[in-house]
């Protein structure tokens, strides 16, 4: 490119912290929920269905999906963006107006990679629930009175939700690095797309700043997922 790597990655990595922390906070959400509905209703038809949704939507390749997405809703309907993540043509126009085209143009990668992650998150906090569910504390919880929500939100979550932290701590550095494929795909102007461009110029140095800048996002992820362990686990806490 002909310009300083610390600069590229410096115009390059708030779109990726965008389009990242959008999808995983979408991931997790919808996951340790739809989680918790299979959960409650373990062999039942809504487990079922779920379970296979999930699966079949985690099967798919990222890349496929998103071009899908993108003919469907984009070409087809012309419903969002399917690139960029901006329209230059807004560029002049009002902070809301700017805020309303960001997020349409999110959609799409968001949507993919959401749909291609949330299997995991759906499957380790449907075990994790299930196990607490069992639990002596849960069944003494309902003893004394209390609704199933208070049972489910305020007793047996709070547990189950130590194997879904290891997980969301190894997904962190798709915050940092993002996804090189739906980068590549919806044209997102961040730092996997930056990758795959220096991999096929072989730019070397920038190539090895992308790979740093990836290393530094799993060792935050592991601190973060540790802190989140000691914060919720009292046991795991010095005196």
Do not use: C
């Not at 990726?16 to 922390?21: A, C, K, M, S, V």
């Amino acid at each position: 490119y002909g310009r300083p790597v610390g600069q590229l990655v410096r115009e390059r990595l708030p779109a990726t912290l965008l389009l990242g922390g959008t999808a995983l906070l979408a991931t997790f959400t919808l996951g340790l929920w739809l989680g918790v509905v299979q959960a409650r209703s373990r062999g039942r038809t809504t487990d079922h269905a779920l379970t296979v949704a999930s699966l079949a939507a985690h099967a798919m390749p990222a890349f496929w999906l998103g071009l899908m997405l993108a003919l469907l809703l984009g070409v087809k309907l012309r419903w969002l963006p399917v690139a960029g993540m901006s329209d230059p043509a807004l560029l002049d126009a009002a902070m809301g107006t700017r805020l309303v085209d960001w997020a349409r143009h999110l959609v799409l990668p968001v949507t993919t990679l959401a749909l291609v992650s949330v299997a995991a998150a759906m499957r380790y906090q449907r075990t994790a629930m299930i196990e607490a569910l069992a639990q002596p504390y849960v069944q003494a919880a309902r003893a004394r009175g209390l609704t199933e929500r208070a049972v489910i939100w305020r007793h047996a979550w709070r547990n189950a939700l130590f194997p879904v932290l290891t997980l969301f701590g190894l997904w962190l550095p798709i915050v940092v690095v993002g996804s090189v494929f739906v980068e590549q795909v919806f044209a997102w102007p961040g730092i996997g797309s930056l990758a795959a461009g220096s991999a096929s110029a072989r730019d070397y140095p920038l190539l090895m700043a992308t790979s740093v800048l990836a290393t530094f996002a799993v060792v935050l992820g592991g601190l973060v997922t540790d802190l989140a362990h000691m914060s919720l686990d009292p046991r795991l806490r010095r005196p």
